[in-house]
């Protein structure tokens, strides 16, 4: 018996650390997701080159009113005026810290552009509370008006030891909050780095954020440092730069 209490006690000790483990990480109630009912359906092209093609997605937003950050998952469905459905969206999950808000950009499962669709049904599918918050992030994020339209501006930190390719996402609204464009580019920043970022936003926009979207480490080497800032908010150049890097990954 005296051998067997101390074997118990330390896998009370093991199952213990176990559980401590997991309860570091949990999923968030989706109570507190909330999807704005201002979503922007658009049928554009996607894709550049040969990936290049017409589809129909949905811009919407999605608010974290909870006191945690959380990674969030939205998915959905189109439909035609009378309800019937046409299609499914893609899934997209993107990091939300508490009471902050991202826009998704969410497209049309078959890449297919789906021009009777007239309304979309946006489900939260999940909403992650990760052991620890992502290592990167953009700071110091400010608006300025040029002309009839905003340019939004941010500094992009990453505090991992390893450089990072991550993809960086401007959210441009108009005057009554509504989405008008997503652009997103692609840099690769140093271990503990900073690099400026700007985005310009379309004509009569109002509002603009910038924020992080998928992120890669290592970063993989083709992925440049920096960009000519004239070609921020190029939809070409950024998917060029998506495609190289989820390429590389996929090797």
Request: aromatic content about 6%.
């Amino acid at each position: 018996m005296a051998c067997y209490i101390p074997r118990v006690r330390a896998w009370v000790v093991l199952l213990a650390v176990a559980a401590c483990a997991k309860s570091k990480s949990h999923q968030l109630s989706l109570d507190y997701i909330r999807v704005s009912a201002d979503a922007r359906l658009r049928t554009d092209t996607v894709g550049v080159g040969t990936f290049e093609e017409q589809a129909t997605f949905v811009l919407v937003d999605a608010d974290n009113t909870s006191k945690e950050g959380a990674y969030v998952t939205l998915g959905g469905k189109l439909a035609d005026a009378s309800g019937t459905e046409l299609g499914q969206l893609r899934t997209q999950s993107l990091w939300i810290p508490a009471g902050e808000t991202r826009t998704f950009a969410l497209v049309d499962r078959e890449r297919k552009p789906r021009p009777s669709s007239a309304r979309a049904r946006i489900e939260v599918k999940g909403a992650l509370v990760p052991a620890s918050p992502p290592p990167y992030r953009v700071a110091n994020v400010a608006e300025h008006v040029d002309g009839d339209h905003v340019v939004t501006t941010g500094t992009v930190e990453n505090d991992a030891d390893i450089p990072g390719a991550i993809t960086l996402i401007a959210s441009f609204h108009d005057d009554g909050g509504r989405p008008m464009t997503r652009p997103f580019t692609l840099l690769k920043v140093a271990p503990h780095g900073k690099l400026p970022v700007q985005f310009a936003g379309p004509p009569n926009s109002k509002h603009g954020t910038i924020f992080c979207g998928d992120v890669i480490y290592p970063s993989p080497p083709e992925i440049p440092s920096e960009l000519d800032p004239t070609q921020f908010g190029s939809a070409a150049r950024m998917q060029q730069g998506l495609d190289q890097v989820f390429d590389h990954a996929q090797r």
